[in-house]
């Protein structure tokens, strides 16, 4: 009987999920909710050293739709945020997250909106970029807006937005101790270095399940399109420069 087609999603949440943990952003550490479910990933998010975030250790769930890379994904904090572009929920409101339409009325351009060659490299990025300079234009949270612009534009002297994220930053420590996971306070723990990693037969289990008889189909369609693009891109996968972010999946 003839095995039920993969999802093109799928396969392209697979390969991601591959690459970053391979080559990991810095700052950030990805899993799966589920094992079995690749529409669903737990991100664990280090707060950058020489911010107000320092040392924060943020959970978040990243969800993706079944026409991924066609639809955005939703990114939604499950640790309580106090930031101009994150809503009460914790949904995470940022351009790279709306659907490619035309919205004159959002003030975004439709270029600065998701497309098909973002991936969840470019939203971690966007993300953490995003903490740091929050858009008060178009606040999910006014109230934290109108209070990260008085810290900001009193350099620092109104205190009650600083004091806010220290208190919630100061509140993860908790949560990182019973993971068991150390959060990087320098820099140099926090930057990653892109490293070959040592091959570990049980993180193949997932990758297995998943493609089986269908890599052998594409194994067979990429021999006979020899010399065509599309061969062998392995060693690109593991360039000692760091990665800018920007490559398609």
């Not at 990991?24 to 669903?40: H, K, Q």
């Not at 049980?202 to 189909?217: A, F, G, I, P, T």
Request: charged residues 30%; contains cysteine; aromatic residues 10%.
């Amino acid at each position: 009987m003839a095995q039920q087609q993969m999802p093109s999603s799928q396969k392209a949440l697979m390969l991601e999920l591959k690459s970053l943990q391979e080559e990991p952003v810095e700052g950030f550490r990805i899993t799966l909710v589920e094992e079995s479910d690749l529409y669903n990933w737990e991100v664990a998010i280090f707060g950058p050293p020489n911010t107000l975030y320092e040392g924060g250790y943020f959970k978040a769930h990243i969800k993706f739709p079944i026409d991924y890379p066609y639809s955005p994904p939703t990114f939604r904090f499950l640790t309580k945020m106090w930031h101009p572009n994150i809503y009460e929920n914790g949904d995470v409101c940022i351009s790279i997250l709306h659907p490619p339409v035309d919205d004159p009325q959002s003030g975004e351009l439709p270029s600065e909106r998701w497309n098909p060659t973002q991936n969840v490299r470019t939203i971690l990025l966007s993300v953490i970029s995003l903490l740091n300079e929050p858009n008060t234009f178009s606040p999910a949270n006014v109230d934290a807006s109108v209070m990260f612009r008085k810290w900001r534009d009193s350099k620092g002297k109104d205190k009650e937005y600083a004091e806010i994220i220290r208190k919630q930053v100061l509140a993860t420590k908790a949560e990182a101790e019973r993971d068991g996971v150390h959060v990087p306070t320098t820099l140099a723990e926090y930057c990653v270095q892109t490293k070959v990693p040592s091959h570990d037969s049980s993180s193949d289990l997932l990758y297995d399940d998943l493609y089986d008889d269908d890599v052998e189909e594409e194994e067979e369609d990429e021999d006979a399109e020899a010399g065509g693009v599309g061969g062998d891109a392995g060693p690109d996968c593991y360039d000692d420069e760091e990665d800018s972010g920007n490559e398609e999946s």
